[in-house]
């Protein structure tokens, strides 16, 4: 059974930095993509950052120089390394992979950015 479990989340200031990991369970996970998505209040999921199994990453453009995705292998853990954040960063953030056809997703991780 497939199990992506986000971590590290609360509330930072303007400014601040938040480490959020997503440690998975029942996956190959060396050979699978992972991805890091946010949904604020009252808006759609959108795509934040990605790491390909060979360590490629890609990011919003909104976070771009701002955010790091890495991966451990050797822990089944994904980070999302957050810097400079600001007050529309505010948004749960969830983990997601792609195995085949079905997609799965953390409960996700409340990240909130006081202004």
């Known amino acids: 059974q497939v199990q992506l479990v986000e971590s590290g989340g609360g509330l930072v200031q303007t400014g601040g930095s938040l480490r959020l990991s997503c440690a998975s369970s029942?996956?190959?996970?060396?050979?699978?993509?992972i991805h890091w998505y946010r949904q604020a209040p009252g808006k759609q999921r959108e795509l934040v950052a990605a790491?390909?199994?060979?360590?490629?990453?890609n990011y919003a453009d909104s976070v771009k120089g701002r955010f790091i995705i890495s991966r451990e292998n050797a822990k089944n853990t994904v980070y999302l390394q957050m810097n400079s954040m600001k007050p529309e960063d505010t948004a749960v953030y969830y983990c997601?992979?792609?195995?085949?056809?079905?997609?799965?997703w953390g409960q996700g991780t409340q990240v909130t950015v006081s202004s």
């Open positions: 997601n992979v792609d195995i085949g056809s079905r997609s799965y």
């Open positions: 029942g996956i190959m996970f060396s050979i699978n993509n």
């Open positions: 790491i390909t199994s060979g360590g490629i990453t």
